[in-house]
């Protein structure tokens, strides 16, 4: 299996050069030289901390090879392409158990098949034949309910399922018995002799490596010697591989004591000195122009299917709602339930307001005191009568009325000697001709609802008033004035449900789609599963494809990621119709503009609110500050956008930053659309798509920086 020549780049499965990895304030991984040919297992040894992981997730792309100390930095290169390894290429078994745990055993088998592409037959002889090598419980046991060596069991299984050509194996071996253990080594050794598959194994058993074709040592970043097993147990003339590591570890220590005692500048680059590139193992028949083809097939068929992929991201996503009902409820319910509380709860007309009544004159419904009292709405004003103005007053003043209605004593007959003259009347000679409504001013709906109940009466009696409001210097209560007069208007048509509808259905689009974006995404980040196959959930890796010109990387899993895409953009879909079916349909709020519109600027918020998702999941590792990060975000938006209350109310300075707020715009064009019938030819909508699609770049743009920041 061992090749005495070096080989060249374009005959191995996998080649390191010069791989340094800068994590946190230090170099875990130092100029790390390797070249693994085709076939066989490569164990990794090392002590815990050394950076066996980071080499493994460097492989698969997690990291990136940062700048050595001379500025160069590293290439990696699987089966001849510079570009890490994915796709069925590769099955990986990251360290962390990574797996959906509200899966069984089959679904999650099933699941990374139909990643893969395996037609349904060949997954399920898979299944069994893994169950049963892997010595695991019934297949239909939730993953959460196994116990972790056999989650660690079922992670193994994942990465063989698809036969891939190239195993990348962190630990597969932890808290698995021996007599398991000895099994897992033999299954790897019989499906890499023919020498199409390659196994990268890192292991704390040191003894159990010398299964392996080939071992590497490995310590404070830097590979100290890689062989065959039995070749340097005889070069170092010990018994066991631990012997060997620790006679390497005393050479090392030796070394670096003699290298600081002589001038530094003899050795330039001593890592790069102490780690010879390695020509582990090819299969003995293998020639160099073979093995690139063997490479370039390999490469081909890693290309995942698109309808498969689909189709594997939609069964686990429905499982998924299937298993944890809570996801569906928070996913469908929540926006019918926002809307259809905020219908019930906000800007309906007011009922059963207390309103004290004080006449001085006496009521009779000859008298227009009398009329007026007879015609009020009993469920929108419950008039109370009072004998005097201080003692409605008194009760006004500790809260048990909201208003009180003041009749003077010769309020009918002032009214009609008033009317008799017209024009040529004398404010001051008729001052009984006047109600006098008391009404308290920090409650501005109620002095609405008061007004618009007492100004449907006075036009009921056939007499015309004039309608006037003032704020008494001198008390905090408003005074609304009724008088007589003609040409006084109030459009009481729209009510502020009507106002405030259209930014409550944008906000919970908008901040839905954070949730589900940035939740989700994270929700794979902290199980792992993103390890795994890295390249599944995160659609961010499809942009940076698109945006690297994705030929270059080789094997591409775009498909995969374009499926989770698609399936985000279908839930968004259903959202849309579903609030807005709450919206329109069931509350009847009117429309009187294009619901192709009102469809598209809800479409263009949620795509917003992805994106915004996607800033939070590249930023925060956990759910909890995903939950905090949306909250934290919910309110902000919600007063800042003028959903609650008209911008005009805010100071001028703010108001300048508010009106370009991702959804500020959106929300005065939907009102407009809605309530007014304003089209995709009106200023304002087309200013709020283009606010909206400025800001989607902006958010997809930052994402994209910030994911690249952090994967170095
Ligand atoms: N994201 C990170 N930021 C900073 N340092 C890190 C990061 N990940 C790992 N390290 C450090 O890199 C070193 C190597 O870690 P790594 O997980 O690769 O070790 P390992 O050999 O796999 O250990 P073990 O066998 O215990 O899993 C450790 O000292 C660890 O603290």
Not at 129 to 152: A, D, T, V, W
Not at 428 to 437: F, G, M, P, R, T
Not at 514 to 530: F, H, I, N, P, R
Not at 560 to 578: G, P, R
Request: glycine share 6%; proline share 3%; aromatic share 8%.
């Amino acid at each position: 299996m061992v090749d005495s020549e070096p080989l060249s780049s374009n005959s191995s499965a996998i080649q390191l050069t010069d791989v340094t990895v800068h994590l946190g304030n230090k170099d875990v991984l130092r100029s790390i030289n390797l070249s693994i040919g085709s076939g066989g297992i490569f164990a990794l040894l090392g002590p815990s901390g050394c950076g066996k992981t980071t080499l493994m997730r460097t492989l698969v792309g997690r990291l990136h090879p940062t700048s050595n100390h001379d500025g160069t930095v590293g290439t990696i290169s699987i089966y001849d392409k510079f570009s890490h390894a994915f796709g069925r290429l590769v099955g990986f078994m990251p360290q962390e158990t990574a797996l959906h745990t509200t899966n069984t055993i089959e679904e999650e088998l099933f699941f990374y098949g139909r990643l893969a592409n395996m037609p349904t037959e060949k997954l399920q002889q898979r299944c069994q034949f893994l169950i049963h090598l892997l010595e695991l419980p019934n297949k239909s046991k939730l993953i959460r309910k196994l116990s972790g060596g056999q989650q660690r069991r079922v992670s193994f299984a994942l990465a063989l399922i698809h036969e891939p050509n190239l195993l990348i194996l962190d630990e597969p071996t932890v808290g698995v018995d021996p007599l398991l253990r000895r099994k897992i080594w033999q299954h790897l050794t019989e499906i890499t002799m023919n020498g199409n598959r390659t196994a990268i194994v890192t292991t704390h058993y040191i003894e159990e490596a010398r299964q392996a074709n080939i071992v590497s040592f490995m310590r404070h970043g830097q590979l100290l010697e890689t062989d065959r097993p039995d070749k340097l147990l005889i070069k170092h003339n010990q018994q066991n591989l631990e012997g060997v590591f620790l006679e390497l570890c005393e050479e090392r220590h030796l070394l670096h004591i003699q290298n600081r005692s002589r001038d530094k500048v003899h050795l330039k680059n001593p890592l790069t000195i102490m780690n010879k590139i390695c020509q582990p193992f090819v299969s003995s028949s293998s020639s160099s122009s073979r093995n690139r083809r063997c490479c370039a097939a390999i490469r081909s068929c890693a290309r995942p299917s698109f309808g498969r992929s689909f189709y594997a991201l939609l069964i686990k996503d429905l499982l998924k709602f299937q298993r944890n009902p809570a996801m569906l409820i928070i996913h469908f319910l929540v926006p019918i339930l926002q809307i259809t509380l905020f219908c019930l709860c906000v800007g309906r007309k007011l009922t059963n307001i207390s309103v004290g009544f004080v006449s001085r004159e006496i009521i009779q419904s000859s008298t227009t005191s009398g009329l007026i009292m007879e015609k009020i709405d009993k469920n929108v004003i419950n008039l109370i009568g009072y004998k005097s103005l201080s003692d409605a007053q008194r009760m006004f003043e500790k809260g048990h009325l909201s208003g009180v209605i003041d009749i003077g004593a010769n309020f009918t007959r002032e009214i009609l000697a008033k009317v008799e003259h017209c024009s040529f009347a004398d404010e001051n000679e008729y001052s009984d001709a006047q109600v006098l409504i008391y009404v308290d001013q920090t409650n501005r709906q109620m002095i609405y609802a008061i007004a618009e109940e007492i100004i449907r009466v006075l036009k009921n009696t056939s007499m015309d008033f004039k309608l006037g409001f003032w704020s008494s210097s001198d008390s905090k209560h408003a005074l609304l004035k009724l008088g007589r007069s003609a040409n006084d208007q109030l459009d009481f048509e729209f009510t502020f449900t009507h106002f405030m509808v259209p930014g409550i259905v944008l906000s919970v689009i908008f901040f839905m789609n954070v949730g589900l974006t940035a939740l989700s995404l994270v929700l794979e980040q902290s199980d792992g599963t993103q390890d795994r196959v890295w390249i599944t959930g995160h659609y961010l890796i499809f942009l940076q494809h698109q945006l690297e010109f994705s030929g270059v990387l080789g094997v591409r899993s775009d498909e995969i990621v374009l499926s989770q895409l698609i399936i985000h953009l279908m839930i968004l879909i259903i959202q849309i119709v579903i609030v807005l079916f709450t919206a329109l349909v069931i509350f009847e709020l009117p429309l009187k503009g294009s619901l192709i519109c009102t469809i598209l600027l809800c479409a263009i918020q949620g795509l917003c609110g992805m994106t915004f998702g996607l800033i939070i999941s590249t930023i925060f590792t956990t759910e909890i500050n995903t939950h905090q990060v949306t909250m934290a975000a919910f309110y902000p938006v919600l007063l800042l956008s003028g959903i609650i209350w008209p911008l005009e109310g805010q100071p001028m300075w703010l108001r300048t930053i508010t009106t370009w707020l991702p959804m500020t715009k959106a929300i005065e064009a939907m009102r407009g659309v809605l309530l007014k019938g304003w089209s995709i030819k009106h200023l304002i909508v087309q200013q709020a798509f283009a606010v909206s699609f400025v800001w989607t770049i902006c958010f997809l743009i930052l994402t994209l920086l910030i994911f690249n920041y952090r994967r170095l």
